[in-house]
């Protein structure tokens, strides 16, 4: 495996669900981001880590919840999700966001997440 | 406050023509990187073209290049000699320090773009 992966690439969940995304980077990069993309609006950052610290919270409601064991890994743990919820989510990773002027983010392929 | 700012929604090419994508930025910070990423129907987000606020010159990489004007904040990207492959969604981005010092990229609302034979 090479880049950045994620499973599942899609996922139906009823509200009372609960379940998680996973993320994985083969890259050898010492941060990593979860972010949501919905219909019509900018990606929006969720969270960051940095060398399997969170560094960002973007005010994400508590249904929402990271882990990020080691720094080839991310979770996105959900629970209690909301219609409004549904979105792609996309992890990304970079080597170093401190003092590194080209820290380039490599995106894994998402996971389309569809909450009835 | 918007800081990137994409203005068009949809742009349509021939194949084999050039075409730019106009992106707009806002920031106060004297040291700022620009990024293009392409998003193609299946989701995934493809990195393009890194430019450095300090870079005297226009980034290239291949078919794409970056105009890249300071005093305007702009940074527009061109793709040269279209292909039907480069019809998908076109992201700017700029990477921003946050209150932790570390960075992360805040991303403009996108292009579609749609190459036709």
């Known amino acids: 495996e090479t880049g950045v992966t994620q499973t599942p690439r899609h996922l139906v969940m009823g509200m009372t669900n609960k379940k998680s995304l996973k993320c994985e980077q083969h890259?050898?990069?010492?941060?990593m981001y979860w972010y949501k993309q919905s219909a019509k609006k900018p990606l929006e950052l969720m969270f960051v880590y940095n060398f399997k610290e969170q560094t960002e919270n973007n005010s994400v409601p508590s249904r929402f919840s990271p882990e990020c064991p080691n720094s080839s890994h991310l979770f996105l743990h959900l629970h209690t999700l909301q219609p409004e919820d549904s979105a792609l989510y996309l992890c990304?990773?970079?080597?170093?966001?401190?003092?590194?002027?080209?820290?380039?983010?490599?995106f894994g392929p998402g996971t389309r997440l569809t909450v009835l | 406050a918007q800081k990137i700012t994409q203005t068009q929604p949809g742009m349509f090419v021939q194949e084999k023509e050039a075409v730019t994508l106009d992106c707009t930025y806002d920031?106060?910070?004297?040291?700022?990187?620009l990024f293009w990423y392409k998003q193609p129907s299946s989701g995934e987000m493809i990195f393009l073209i890194y430019?450095?606020?300090?870079?005297?010159q226009n980034a290239t990489e291949g078919r794409y290049s970056l105009n890249f004007q300071k005093a305007r904040k702009s940074a527009n990207l061109v793709i040269s000699a279209s292909q039907l492959g480069d019809s998908a969604m076109y992201f700017c981005a700029m990477r921003e320090f946050m209150n932790s010092g570390y960075s992360t990229l805040t991303f403009g609302k996108g292009t579609m773009l749609l190459v036709s034979p």
């Open positions: 990304a990773s970079s080597q170093d966001t401190a003092g590194v002027e080209a820290d380039t983010q490599y």
């Open positions: 430019q450095g606020s300090y870079d005297q």
């Open positions: 890259l050898g990069h010492n941060a």
């Open positions: 920031t106060s910070d004297p040291s700022y990187g």
